[in-house]
């Protein structure tokens, strides 16, 4: 039977393609950052200019499709998951990365009806690792199929996560708390790439056994998340029990031994949802 979505996957690869080229020729040119929530919540035009190219193309070509777009979002578009076909895009995840070209930048689209993800596009544009998952059919990288790694033992394995944005001293206080109880279990290592993105096709690689945060957006792990369970990987809340991509909490794993073993060391906490009404203003 002929896949309902194939045409929107297809587009999604190719738009992620022409993203990359433009964050790669942008890394040429002088970046003029500027900031968002907080001083190290960075923004640039290129983050702007990619959604969209993005989203116009994608609104040309489907034009009853829905959007949450990070960028969009930042400038008052509401961040609601419907039924509807939605495009949860980060136009640049790991925008620090790219404002220090430090080499790990990624274009992440995610495509999700009836709030299920049905495929996810990950595109490592510095590293040209184009990263894809269709819910049900695997995941891949430069179309060689993914498979998670297949250790058990916590204490041989490599652990990604991310110190976020946030500044907050209480939030930071569990961030170091939970980063000492992995390290300490102990880990052969501890890693980040700098993008939730690319930390979670990691762990579809089987480089890393499992990525943990909490802080992140659902546009940093909505592609992410189908890429690690297409590759046989299991997602998690941080508390235990099912992930929920709004929440702003996650753990991917290999296995569901290893994220049960994390769960056991996060000090968690509950950022504001994404979906969050907006704060009433008097
Ligand atoms: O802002 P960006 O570059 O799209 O997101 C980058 C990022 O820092 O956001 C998450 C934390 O909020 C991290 O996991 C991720 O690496
Ligand atoms: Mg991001
Ligand atoms: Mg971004």
């Not at 943990?212 to 690690?228: F, K, P, Q, T």
Request: aromatic share 6%; hydrophobic share 40%; proline share 4%.
């Amino acid at each position: 039977m002929a896949d309902l979505w194939q045409d929107a996957m297809d587009h999604a690869v190719a738009i992620a393609r022409r993203a990359g080229e433009v964050v790669r020729e942008a890394l040429q040119d002088d970046r003029k950052v500027m900031t968002k929530s907080s001083s190290v919540d960075l923004v640039t035009q290129t983050d702007q200019k990619v959604e969209q190219l993005i989203i116009q193309s994608v609104k040309y070509k489907f034009p009853t499709h829905s959007f949450i777009g990070e960028e969009s979002v930042a400038a008052g578009e509401p961040c609601v998951l419907t039924d509807r076909p939605t495009w949860i895009i980060d136009p640049i995840d790991g925008t620090t990365n790219f404002v220090h070209a430090f080499p790990f930048v990624a274009i992440s689209i995610g495509f999700s009806v009836n709030k299920q993800i049905e495929f996810g596009v990950i595109y490592s544009c510095l590293e040209d690792k184009m990263y894809t998952a269709r819910r049900g059919k695997g995941a891949f990288c430069n179309g060689e199929p993914l498979q998670v790694s297949d250790r058990e033992d916590i204490k041989q394995s490599i652990i990604a996560t991310e110190f976020g944005s946030s500044r907050d001293p209480e939030a930071v206080e569990k961030i170091f708390s939970s980063l000492r109880n992995v390290l300490c279990i102990p880990v052969h290592g501890v890693r980040g790439a700098g993008t939730a993105a690319i930390n979670m096709c990691h762990v579809a690689s089987g480089c890393v056994e499992a990525y943990y945060e909490i802080g992140i957006h659902v546009w940093d792990v909505a592609a992410g998340s189908l890429v690690v369970s297409e590759a046989g990987g299991v997602l998690m809340d941080v508390e235990g029990g099912a992930v929920d991509l709004m929440s702003r909490r996650i753990v991917a794993a290999n296995s569901r031994t290893i994220a049960e073993r994390i769960v056991k060391q996060i000090d968690s906490f509950s950022p504001l949802r994404d979906d969050a009404p907006p704060p009433q203003t008097l």
